[in-house]
């Protein structure tokens, strides 16, 4: 069968082996939960409740900012113990609620839920606004904006992205396995919004037992299909998917939907069948504690807002001192610097190193090896910009696609002379960014 594929990429060593068998494990919080206003893209959501209040598991504890934004709920039941800048893994201090645990986990009453084929599509979108659900692979964007595409009969496909391409990551690949029916549900939810859509399963073929039981699970499914993918490294960012499973192409001025496709990543589609079958807020995710410094790499079912050190310690602690730790994976993550830190709706894994190769060696100067231009999956000059960007020539910058970058990383994985390429274009786009926003 051919396998579906993009341009460029790596192959970097996959580090899945280290929890990949170990089945999702749920781990209680034992300490304060914080929950960070921001933990979405768009307007921080705004409290609703006060100091010295008492909330239930499930209860809605601050409310979306705006459209582009989205509700948070307390996962555990306990007393508002103070609303107050707390830090979070980008290392930026942000308003959170703490809320101390009363380990009574005493839940609210969910509305009823009404069966799927009789509800509006307004109504659907408005369940999954109101529950709060997120792009949880690690961009945050609410995803009933997503969803509210202006013309639905044109969405041709809706991507499940099941690729789970970075490597250390197995968060996905046990949900897959261990809860395939959540999956396909809350694909056919998407389905019920787009009259004229096929869903799509998108799944890399280092995960053949997954892709065996979704083709099982979908064989009497005339709008789905499972699509097998080429396994490499960025196979799960968002344009290589959709050029990899539509052959469409998209630009960072476009949306998935100006080519007729919505992409949703594995846990935001388990949030919400969960959203719209039980009425559910988002209140768990699935979190992949790993690495070669953890005793017992594992994947752990976690309340939203438990302290990073109750992860490490419920997967035994360290058994060597990381060098490194990583919020998300290897290659698109960033470092952490302390674990006193909240998990979040968009926490997909930490990862911790005992080794550091690329910090490890210094840069050098460039070889013109042409390696990173053969690897660059947003076909860029990724030498070219880095230059341009060390030296702050944004006009040029822009001029030479330095905007077309999905800061994946591939051209500092292969540079044989470690230089910081991805920071540096990274950096420099950040800055150009935050100029359009303002
Ligand atoms: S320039 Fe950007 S898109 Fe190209 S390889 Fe480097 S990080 Fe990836
Ligand atoms: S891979 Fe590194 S050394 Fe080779 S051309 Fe690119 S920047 Fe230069």
Do not use: W
């Amino acid at each position: 069968m051919a396998k579906s594929t993009f341009i460029g990429g790596v192959h970097p060593y996959e580090g899945k082996e280290l929890s990949k068998n170990k089945p999702i494990k749920d781990v209680l919080p034992k300490g304060d939960l914080v929950y960070p206003l921001s933990q979405h893209i768009g307007a921080p959501a705004v409290p609703i409740v006060t100091k010295g209040e008492r909330v239930l598991r499930g209860q809605k504890i601050a409310e979306a900012g705006g459209f582009v934004s989205a509700p948070i709920y307390a996962s555990v039941s306990g007393v508002v113990k103070t609303i107050e800048p707390r830090r979070v893994v980008t290392g930026d201090m942000v308003m959170s609620i703490v809320i101390e645990n009363d380990h009574e986990y005493e839940e609210v009453v969910y509305p009823e839920a009404k069966p799927l084929e009789e509800m509006s599509r307004d109504e659907i979108i408005d369940c999954i606004r109101e529950a709060g659900v997120v792009g949880m692979g690690g961009a945050g964007f609410p995803t009933h904006v997503k969803l509210s595409v202006k013309n639905p009969e044109k969405i041709d496909y809706v991507i499940a992205n099941c690729a789970e391409c970075e490597p250390y990551l197995t968060s996905d690949y046990r949900r897959m396995l261990e809860e395939p029916d959540k999956l396909i549900e809350g694909l056919k939810v998407s389905l019920a919004l787009f009259p004229n859509a096929k869903g799509i399963l998108a799944v890399e073929d280092n995960k053949p037992d997954c892709i065996a039981i979704l083709k099982e699970k979908t064989i009497e499914e005339p709008r789905i299909v499972v699509t097998q993918l080429k396994t490499k490294y960025p196979q799960g960012a968002e344009r290589q998917l959709i050029y990899a499973t539509t052959k469409r192409k998209i630009n960072s001025t476009m949306l998935p939907a100006d080519v007729g496709c919505v992409v949703n990543n594995v846990d935001s589609i388990v949030a919400i069948y969960n959203a719209v079958y039980l009425r559910k807020p988002l209140m768990e995710r699935i979190v992949t504690i790993t690495g070669e410094a953890v005793n017992e790499p594992q994947n752990m079912r976690v309340h939203i807002g438990t302290n990073y050190h109750e992860l490490i310690e419920a997967a035994g602690g360290f058994k060597e001192e990381p060098v490194k730790i990583i919020s998300g994976g290897p290659m698109m993550g960033f470092g952490v610097f302390e674990l006193d830190l909240p998990t979040t709706k968009t926490a997909s894994a930490l990862l911790c190193l005992t080794k550091d190769e690329v910090s490890e060696m210094e840069p050098s100067a460039c070889i013109n090896c042409g390696r990173c231009l053969e690897v660059c999956p947003g076909r860029v000059m990724p030498s070219k910009l880095a230059t341009l960007a060390e030296k702050y020539r944004e006009e040029e910058f822009v001029e030479n696609d330095g905007m077309e970058c999905c800061e994946c990383g591939c051209c500092s994985y292969v540079c044989p002379a470690k230089r910081h390429l991805t920071q540096s274009i990274k950096s420099m786009r950040k800055i150009i960014l935050g100029k359009r926003k303002k």
